[in-house]
């Protein structure tokens, strides 16, 4: 079976991983990874989701944070304090810092992200392939209340998504390409997944790409989502803050309802929220939508296995 | 008094280090580095003699090897080489991988390399004026006898000097132009002092850079060399495989000769040599230098005060 996941960072590599041991071997599994969120760091190119999926997929992630590296340590950026410089909101770990040169490396010789991206993935055995959503540089902004636009980063890590926001800016997305593989993938897929990732600066940036969002359209495949809203709130992460900045409320329904019926014209067939949403599931089935309950919260890669198999069971794949 | 050292990387931070010591407070060191040697490694900029005397003179250095950061690890280098990147042969300690980090961080800011110095030796107290040759980007390749050209780091570092070489092309020197501040040094200078540093690519390529041999010629202030040749033998480093590329002895009274008495056209006026190669001495005198003979070997900080005490006393500078 060809599976295609669209991917942020922790939720959806969680979410892969879990559906990596689910299905076990003999299916290709394909992960379009957000790149909105990538910065310029001391000269570095740090790709946060890209990493995330990278690290947890090969058994290298930090577990108790569920990003970064395991093993960590910061002799580089306490260093790079000492002179004064580098944003000390933002930790980049010694061996973190390893990839992201690694990739800048590869990226100066003039490769594009997508390869450069395949070849650090052949360190780590991910089970999957890897393909960030374009080649192309995309930097998100956030435009604050008062006016001020400031890097999404710093938003997200140093402000910890609590200065309210008046909407996103994403530099270099409305020219962006897809990257190599992506829309084929798509088009040859039989099924596509939205994991719970963050439906405005993960998700929602992947299918702003042009011809992502068509492509998802036309695919034979049926496209199911999980919905990465518990009871009212993200259940990791700052979603609340990113939905609010768009004007949709922080609930399962209006999730499903922002991404959109595909018959109507949006993107998911089947949505899977959690028991605490179940609330949710007879507007959404009058409305046409295959929808179900469950117990959502990934706490281990068996329970996110599980998970994973009643997601594609909604769309009638009992693999 | 105003001193002004034209410097490679270990040795002349070393004797610098031991001036510092010998003169005490109260006068004006400037120390014009050698950045022939620099080197774009993993997308950071690689300055090993800007750095080596920002930590020797600042108190960082690694004691026992002379060069690099005290306390240093190797965590990002291992890990970049786990990708199967990076220069297997070249270790950048996590430590120095800051600075350099900072560096180039502020480099691609537009500052100039002069600026990116002065402000990362802020840190470090060195009580020096600390000057790149030129703000110019210069690489050092070697031409080896079979017609290879190799970077001067690969050959340096990599093969430890041991493949014959035809000689030096340095991308960049013919056409740069002296940092700010460096022929303003020298035209103001009280004295300038050549440290133990290697003849042909430290002090050579700094004399290399147009003007910097002419500012040497006008200067009022005595020029005073201690030769880093020691019986026939390099102290450290391999001056002679850089010698012998250019047709010169490696011998004390050849390496003065390839530096030239200054009123025949050269660069020097006087030369100390270790009492190994007194017998120097007399050719060199009846040829019109100042030349005297004493221990050079810089065992500890004391020893080379003692030296630059003697270095200054060639040229009448009873400081």
Redesign the interface.
Known sequence: MKVVVLSGGVGGARFTRGLLAHLGPGHEVSVVANTGDDVWL???RVCPDLDTLMYTLGGGVHEGQGWGRADE?T??????A?????WDWFTLG??D???C??R???L?TGLPLSAVTA??AR?WDTGVRLLPMTDTEVETHVRLLDGTLIHFEEWWVRHRAALPAAGFEQGGLAGSIAAPGVVEALAGADVVVLPPSNPVVSVGTIVAVPGVREAIAATAAPVVGVSPIIGGAPVRGMADACLAAIGVETSALAVARHYGLRRDGGLLDAWLVDDADATALAPLRDAGWAADATATLMTDVPTTARIARQALALVGLDV
Chains 1, 2 share one sequence.
């Open positions: 001391h000269g570095v340590s002799r580089v950026s306490t260093d790079l000492a002179y004064g410089l580098g010694d061996l810092l390893a990839t040169l690694a800048t490396e590869l100066r070849r650090l360190r």
